[in-house]
C-alpha cells in the first residue's frame, strides 16, 4: 500500500504549461511522486488542509557556496574584490571538514526552512579529501534534493585562482562520484564546479572540462563578473578551446558581448543568476532578462550568505526591481513608453521550472505535474503581509517571504509542517555556531602570528 498525502483545497501554481493554474484544487501525492493533480479527488489518503494556502513547486538555488553558512553576514558591505580577499584568502584556508559538515548542514536546513527543495552547493573548499565527505554528508542528513559540486581547494588564492597550475584532483573526484552518486537516481547528485579560464591556466582548463565530461558530471563555473572576471572573456577563450557545450552552466554572466550571449545559446549552455549578490558586490547588472533575449532560460540563486540574505523571496524581488528599474531609465531617456518588463510569473517560473532545468532535473522536479518527485511548498496566504489575496502569483513573488512557508514537501517527504522544520535544528544552529567560534579564532589567531 503505497504511502499517500492529499493535499487539499488548496490554490495550485503548477508552473506546468500543460496544467496551468488551479484556484482551488487538490495535490495527491503517493511515494514520492505526484499521483493526481485535480479540482477535487476522493482517496485513501492523509489528508492536508490547504485552503487559504498557495500551492507551488520548490524554488530551486543554482549556485551557493553553502559552506558560508558559519560566517553568515561576515561581510556586509563587500565588494567582489573585498570578498576574495575576506574570505577566499582569510577564512577559508582555516577551514576544517568539521567547519564544513557544521556549514552544509544549517545551510541545507536554512533552505528548507525557505521553501527552496533543490539546491546546487558550489563546494570551492576541499582543502583536504575529508572535506567534501563532510559536506556530502551535511546534506544528505537534511534531506535535500541537491546537487553536490566538487571544487577547488582554497588553501592559498594565490595558488587557486591566479593562472592556477593545479588540478582538482581527479582521483578524488571519481571517490566521491564512486562513494555517494553511483546512482542518479537519489535525491543527491553531482558537478564539478571549476574555475575557468582566466583563473587557470589553459591546461587547467582543459583537464577539468575532460575531467568532468570522463566522469559523466555537468561542469558549473563563473564567468564575466566584474571588473577582474569581466575582462578575461571567458566564454570566447572556453570557445577558442572547444570546451562549450550544454553541460556546463554559467554563473553571473555579467560582462558578456552580444558574440558571447550568442555562443552560450548556441551550445545549450545554462545560466544562473545571483541578482542581489551582483548588484550589491558590484559583480555587474543582473542579466536575467538580457539573457531571455538570447532564448536562454535564466535561474536564480543566492551565491553567499557572507553578505546576502539565504532565501529565493530576495533573490526574486532583486531580479524583477532591478531590471524593471534599468528599462524604465532606458526609455525614458529615449522619451519612449517603456516596454519588456519582466512580469512576476515569469520570476516564479524563473525561481521554480527554469531552476529544475539549469540544475538538470527538470524531468523530475521544478512543477507540479504528475508523474513528477513531490517538491511542494505551502504559502500561508491567510497572513497579514499577503491578505487579501487578489493574484496568487503576486502574492507569492511580492508579499510572502520565509515566514510564510508553512510546510515543504521533498520528495513526498515533509522537511517542513505547520511552520517548523522537522529537524534537529538546535544541533545544527549549536554546531554551526561553534564552527563561527573556531573560525574566528583560527583567524585571529592566524594574524597574530603573521604581524
Not at 431 to 448: Q, T, Y
Request: with cysteine; hydrophobic share 40%.
Amino acid at each position: 500500500m503505497p504511502n499517500r498525502i492529499l493535499l487539499r483545497g488548496g490554490h495550485i501554481l503548477t508552473m506546468d504549461p500543460q496544467l496551468g493554474d488551479l484556484p482551488r484544487g487538490d495535490v495527491l501525492i503517493e511515494d514520492d511522486k505526484i499521483a493526481a493533480i485535480e479540482p477535487r479527488i476522493e482517496a485513501d489518503a492523509e489528508v492536508v488542509d490547504a485552503n487559504g494556502r498557495v500551492v507551488i513547486p520548490g524554488f530551486v538555488d543554482t549556485h551557493r557556496h553553502t559552506w558560508e553558512s558559519a560566517i553568515r553576514g561576515v561581510a556586509p558591505n563587500a565588494t567582489l574584490d573585498d570578498y576574495f580577499v575576506d574570505i577566499l584568502d582569510t577564512f577559508a584556508p582555516v577551514y576544517t571538514a568539521d567547519d564544513v559538515y557544521a556549514s552544509n548542514l544549517a545551510g541545507a536546513l536554512e533552505c528548507l526552512n525557505a521553501g527552496i527543495t533543490t539546491l546546487v552547493d558550489w563546494s570551492h573548499i576541499n582543502n583536504t579529501p575529508e572535506h567534501p565527505d563532510a559536506g556530502v554528508r551535511g546534506l544528505q542528513e537534511t534531506g535535500i534534493r541537491a546537487q553536490y559540486a566538487y571544487g577547488s581547494a582554497n588553501t592559498s588564492l594565490a595558488d587557486y585562482w591566479f593562472e592556477s597550475k593545479i588540478v582538482i584532483p581527479k582521483d578524488d573526484v571519481r571517490r566521491i562520484r564512486d562513494t555517494y552518486f553511483s546512482s542518479s537516481d537519489g535525491l543527491l547528485t553531482m558537478g564539478l564546479a571549476t574555475r575557468g579560464p582566466g583563473f587557470c591556466t589553459d591546461d587547467v582548463v582543459r583537464a577539468e572540462w575532460e575531467m568532468a565530461r570522463d566522469l559523466g558530471i555537468p561542469i558549473t563555473v563563473h564567468v564575466g563578473m566584474g571588473r577582474m572576471a569581466g575582462r578575461f572573456g571567458m566564454i570566447k577563450q572556453l570557445d577558442g578551446l572547444g570546451l562549450l557545450g550544454p553541460d556546463t552552466t554559467y554563473l553571473h554572466c555579467c560582462y558578456f558581448s552580444e558574440e558571447e550571449w550568442q555562443l552560450v545559446a548556441r551550445s545549450g549552455g545554462t545560466v544562473s543568476i545571483a541578482p542581489q549578490v551582483e548588484a550589491q558586490m558590484g559583480h555587474g547588472w543582473p542579466p536575467v532578462a538580457k539573457s531571455i533575449e538570447y532564448g536562454l532560460r535564466p535561474s536564480l540563486s543566492i551565491d553567499v550568505v557572507t553578505t546576502v540574505p539565504g532565501d529565493m523571496f530576495t533573490q526574486i524581488r532583486s531580479a524583477f526591481g532591478i531590471d524593471r528599474a534599468r528599462r524604465n531609465e532606458i526609455y525614458w531617456e529615449k522619451n519612449e513608453p517603456a516596454e519588456g518588463h519582466l512580469t512576476a510569473r515569469q520570476m516564479l517560473e524563473i525561481a521554480t521550472l527554469n531552476g529544475a532545468f539549469v540544475a538538470g532535473l527538470e524531468d523530475r522536479t521544478g512543477s507540479l505535474t504528475v508523474g513528477k518527485q513531490a517538491d511542494v511548498v505551502l504559502i500561508d496566504a491567510r497572513a497579514i503581509n499577503i491578505a487579501p489575496v487578489h493574484d496568487a502569483v503576486t502574492a507569492v513573488t511580492l508579499c510572502a517571504d520565509v515566514s510564510n512557508v508553512e510546510s515543504v514537501l521533498v520528495a513526498g517527504q515533509f522537511r517542513k509542517r505547520d511552520g517548523k522544520l522537522l529537524a534537529d535544528v538546535e544541533r545544527a544552529r549549536q554546531l554551526v555556531e561553534n564552527s563561527r567560534d573556531r573560525l574566528v579564532g583560527a583567524v585571529a589567531d592566524k594574524k597574530a602570528a603573521a604581524a
